[in-house]
């Protein structure tokens, strides 16, 4: 396996020649799991633990390796050794569950994210805009699949309608099952190119992986009688599929819980930000200003009132957790003040 074949691009090279990495060599991290990194690089797979001093320096949870990062490695016996994380060139985040304000990398380095929605009681499109808003704040590009089409009465209206709401994403109806439309996701299989797939339980990630790798790779469970989709994929991996594309597997998720800024709002509801310029105000909140444009494409019926109110929420959503982000740095600035103010009335006692 070359480093190309597993993604290794001019942009990880140029990353990689400003380190002084002697006789360490770069990898893939594959697969996370507890305490130990599945990797690969030229001379094959092996499992990695963290050196001591990346163990101290790595902070916060968002610094940790995750699937598709590529890490400074060095051979050490039956378990390799990752010296350092390569800065990432695009990520998926989401909030961590709970309270709790922190980011979950759940892939890095990746060029397209699979959307993958079931053309039947899964379907919703404001689902659909949570996703694009955290895709487009990591740097990727957005391909929505629309699965399950052999179930549906009406794929062409509902496609039409996730394309109207998705600008500058492609929209795919297809059965993983059936092996119907998979032709339609070619162009985005490239070798070396990496794609994360994510989507909520039971939407037929594990089949549409099974077709795309031409033989059963994951487990296929059956929806649970209550409708609800049931987890086959149980932790995050990276799979070389025979396109030569390589896939990150995702759990199935049941919340999505937003990790992004305005401008990844403004990505996924790019009417909405087109409108905004012709508004009388520059700050306009698009709720009870005079002349505004938003509004009044709502009151002519060219904005969705289920979108615009989808719109407004997710900014309410991401203003929210701007201030507690802000919160948090400021509670960890004085924590930092307080121990800097110690150590100090300390050394003049000495002195």
């Known amino acids: 396996m070359t480093l190309s074949k597993l993604g290794w691009n001019s942009v990880h090279q140029k990353a990689w020649n400003q380190l002084d990495h002697g006789s360490h060599f770069p990898a893939r991290v594959i697969e996370v799991q507890k305490n130990t990194w599945r990797v690969a690089s030229q001379s094959g797979e092996f499992l990695a633990r963290l050196s001591g001093r990346l163990w101290h320096r790595l902070v916060n949870s968002q610094d940790w390796p995750t699937v598709g990062d590529w890490v400074e490695a060095e ?34 380095n990746i060029d397209t994210v699979f959307v993958v929605t079931a053309l039947d009681g899964d ?24 699965n399950k089409a052999d179930l549906c009465a009406d794929v062409e209206g509902l496609q039409m ?34 794609i994360a797939l994510v989507g909520s339980s039971g939407v037929g ?31 995050r991996s990276l799979i070389v599929l025979p396109s030569g594309a390589l896939l990150i597997d995702t759990p199935g998720m049941r919340e999505l819980q937003l990790w992004a800024t305005e401008e990844g709002l403004n990505s996924t ?14 700050d306009c909140r698009h709720i009870d200003e005079p002349d505004c444009a938003v509004l009044g ?35 960890e600035n004085k924590r930092k003040w307080k121990i800097a103010t110690k150590r100090h009335k300390s ?3 000495e002195s």
């Not at 998705?166 to 297809?174: E, R």
């Not at 089949?207 to 929806?223: K, S």
Request: proline residues 3%.
């Open 75 to 108: 051979a050490a016996g039956m378990l390799g050794v990752i010296v350092a994380v390569l800065p990432r060139r695009s990520k998926l985040s989401r909030k961590v569950a709970g309270r709790r304000t922190e980011e979950q990398i759940v892939a890095a």
């Open 123 to 146: 379907f919703s499109p404001r689902r659909l805009e949570r996703y694009l808003t955290v895709i487009w704040e990591g740097g990727a590009q957005p391909v929505i699949i629309l």
């Open 161 to 194: 309608e996730v394309e109207v709401a998705s600008p500058g994403v492609s929209v795919y109806a297809i059965s993983a099952r059936d092996a119907v439309g998979l032709d339609q996701l070619q162009p985005h299989l490239g070798a070396g190119s990496t």
């Open 205 to 235: 990630k594990s089949t549409l992986i099974n077709q795309l790798c031409g033989f059963d790779r994951q487990a296929v469970r059956a929806i649970a009688d209550d409708g609800r989709g049931r987890h086959t994929t149980t932790s």
């Open 269 to 282: 509801f790019e009417d909405i930000d087109q409108l905004a310029r012709h508004c009388r105000f520059r």
């Open 297 to 331: 494409a709502l009151s002519d019926g060219t904005m969705p009132q289920d979108r615009y109110d989808s719109f407004l929420k997710l900014r309410k959503e991401l203003a929210f957790l701007d201030r507690k982000q802000n919160a948090r740095a400021e509670l």
């Open 347 to 349: 050394l003049k006692r």
